[in-house]
């Protein structure tokens, strides 16, 4: 098996997108990391090369069958100019649970993990100065073997593609409004809500289109037995505190194990807050807010953080949380996590991974 | 607006497998039929092409949200070397329907036909001749646009590959064993079951390969919900024979809507059998097993068009169905479908399209 990384390095360079003009994954460093899986053979050719298209036969399974997984993390850079990762090793973890329900193979997470140290070592250039930015680090593996039996493929790519992204909040957090979703369905107990799996986010786009008719801005997603319970916002996890207490939904087997949401968990708990993971009902929500308890709501996720909710419409119902302001623990939550994950402050928990 | 066809032959003609040899979904014709979708332009620049590798960006979305659909049919030809194709107007309209859960814009199915057409006429040596045996057509669609924003595609591929298949029994029909699971499931009401999309199929590996381990064939899956009520079977939909009634699940928001499926309701009535679509569960067949009246079961799809079923396993209880023989409907059923395919029956219904 060859697993020594080998660099083959672009002769091109693209120009950098400056701060103010970094768009969501839509621009891309100067190369790509990439390995091969072949039945018997294993994982091999690890491989950094220059970013370019990639070359598929029209069989290839992820085209058909959709054996596809990802993963999102983000590498910030200090103000002493460190390069920090913010718990890679578990976006690598969950990236095998993920692979392990859609029967891709795993990879091997260690070595995996210093292939994308040394890619970063390269692609340092690529990663953005200013307050609020960071580069977005995609890892994903998809089916190529060319053939349409509806069983697992016998090989696989692993990629990881890299774009830098500017502050999501680039005027200040925003509490956003939330749609309660009662008739699509993210995910359901024995399906797949709990991996990362490419299929899980475009069957939410419908759900999505019927928010934003709402003027709304995300879809809250309730439970796919009972249509009662609350399990995520749009492709976060989601937080309540309701009369001092913060809960969040307990992993049920449909929903995503976010890392911001157990690092939220762990942060609360530091600070002896009464915290619980548990089924919530939109009754129970709907009855704090009557009674004048329910204090903050917030999404949690790679990509935004923290992302306060505003306003939470049900069933007719609407809900105005905090007057549509940014809550306290909203905000301590969202300046300690961005403070340690750049490096501003200290890192109890030992969270991030600096790249030497 | 581009749809004129444009045709590309190859220079190059693959050897033709031998009628011996014809392995499902890995042997493809030397042309392809490709169209692109760009918003604001629509479908546009059908073609036909040599059949080889696409080139796609890194941050193509098919890789990491999964919009993607699919179609399967068959092309046949008949003993007086006429090519027939079964009821593709169905599957055009279902491609449509599958696009939009996934909010892909639909294609004209008027005109994709006549490309459809176009393209066989121009593969039709590709067809092959011995008995049982026919081209498999797989028109597929996913979304190209380089962009890591979870929201649905600017921009798509439509294509469809041929693939010569074999006769799937070359053996006789043989009845198959089903393993009935109880915690994997494929597919709840509001989600994307009733959709021909990528993720709904390797989503259901890990239920299968456990299956496999149970020494069964196939999966037979109940609702999400209550997990007591059959759906469907592996990637065939499920009919009963119980006490002269014909049963088949209805159409409740997450089972496929076979167009085999419809074809035997049709056909059934028009036998004046007794038939029903209404909810089933597994507590019914069992009761109708005990009491002796499980006369027949089958699952139907394009692949097998009739899969007899000959043991039923459901939490430790075995139901051995027809002493595992193939039985009278289900064998009736099987000819005269395949027969109307074919040619060698007359086709009342209309069924058939001829290749001119």
Redesign the interface.
């Known amino acids: 098996m060859t697993d020594r990384l080998e660099i083959i390095k672009s002769t091109k360079r693209k120009a950098k997108p400056d701060a103010g003009n970094l768009v969501?994954?839509?621009q891309?460093s100067d190369h790509?990391l990439m390995m091969d899986y072949l039945e018997g053979e294993g994982w091999i050719n690890p491989r950094i090369v220059p970013?370019e298209?990639?070359?598929?036969?029209?069989?290839a399974m992820?085209?058909?069958?959709?054996?596809?997984v990802?993963e999102g993390l983000k590498a910030y850079r200090t103000e002493d100019e460190r390069i920090l990762l913010f718990r890679p090793e578990k976006n690598l973890q969950r990236l095998n649970r993920s692979s392990d329900?859609?029967?891709i193979p795993a990879i091997d997470e260690e070595k995996v993990l210093g292939y994308l140290k040394e890619f970063l070592k390269l692609e340092k250039d690529w990663i953005p100065t200013a307050e609020g930015t960071s580069l977005?680090i995609?890892p994903?593996i998809?089916?190529t073997e060319?053939?349409?039996?509806?069983?697992?493929s016998k090989a696989y790519t692993f990629?990881v593609?890299l774009?830098p992204v500017g502050s999501y909040y680039a005027e200040g957090i925003h509490p956003v409004g939330i749609y309660v979703e009662n008739?699509?369905?993210?995910?359901?107990?024995?399906?797949?809500g709990t991996a990362k799996?490419?299929?899980?986010?475009?069957?939410?786009?419908?759900a999505?289109?019927r928010a934003t008719e709402m003027g709304q801005s995300q879809v809250l997603w309730l439970d796919?037995?009972e249509k009662k319970y609350i399990e995520e916002v749009?492709?976060m996890n989601v937080f309540f505190k309701i009369n001092g207490e913060v809960v969040t939904p307990a992993l049920n087997g449909s929903i995503l194990e976010g890392i911001t949401r157990m690092s939220i968990l762990e942060l609360l708990k530091s600070w002896g807050m009464n915290v619980s993971e548990r089924r919530i009902s939109m009754e129970e929500i709907y009855q704090a807010y009557e009674a004048g308890q329910l204090e903050e709501a917030f999404g949690t996720g790679t990509a935004a953080v923290i992302s306060p909710v505003g306003e939470l419409n049900w069933d007719g119902r609407k809900m105005v949380i905090n007057d549509r302001q940014t809550g306290p623990l909203s905000k301590k939550l969202y300046d300690t996590l961005t403070g340690i994950q750049t490096g501003r402050l200290d890192d109890p928990f030992n969270w991030t991974t600096e790249i030497k």
């Open positions: 969501f994954g839509k891309f790509m970013y298209p990639i070359s598929l036969d029209p069989a992820v085209f058909h069958y959709g054996q596809s990802f329900r859609l029967s977005y995609r994903f998809f089916a060319p053939n349409l039996s509806v069983a697992p990629m593609i774009s008739s699509y369905t993210r995910a359901v107990r024995g399906g797949t799996t490419a299929g899980n986010y475009s069957a939410a786009y419908k999505q289109e796919g037995v749009g492709s």
